[in-house]
């Protein structure tokens, strides 16, 4: 198993610019999260989703957009990239049921808005 | 709503040293506690987890104990090497809100020979 898989690594967008990153597991699970990491600081969750064709905001949802039309890939969309949404992207999933609650995380990707 | 506070770092060590790195949580209902670990340009690795009171969490010598009383979470290791250095994540995941978690701000660890 691959895990988590996250692409691109690296991205510099210019302000105003678009973007997808591509977030995948080949683990068939439910849960998958977009979480983003700012300098000396812990995760903030930007969306989730409980299953294909079913996304909710997290915390910081503001410029940004999810879907999930396969269990296997959940995509990040950033509209009008900011200054502000410079950091870095961890995409997580987690298997629902059996009482376990752990996430796995993805490499992340670290984007620069400028 | 939830919260995570975790000791403020960095924190310097000698090899062989002992570690302590405090965490508290602020919580409704019983969520399962975390640390996880994040080396250099990789995300975060489950390091160990408890998920309900007096539970001890223990991997790789590091372990912590779930405080329901103290709403704490403390990591501790033994002797830390210097293949420990990272940063640690304290977190909590509320398995009733689809497993949503929150974390701590991190603490860097720097273990020198």
Redesign the interface.
Known sequence: NAG?TQTPKFRILKIGQSMTLQCTQDMNHN?M?W?RQDP??????IY?S?GAGIT?K?EVPNGYNVSRSTTEDFPLRLELAAPSQTSVY?C?S?RQGG?T????????TRLTVL | GNSVTQMEGPVTLSEEAFLTINCTYTATGYPSLFWYVQYPGEGLQLLLKATKADDKGSNKGFEATYRKETTSFHLEKGSVQVSDSAVYFCALSDVTNAGKSTFGDGTTLTVKP
């Open positions: 988590v849960y999260y979480y000396g600081m812990g995760l903030k969750l989730y409980v909710d997290g961890f997580a987690r009482g609650d752990t996430q796995y995380f993805g490499p992340g």
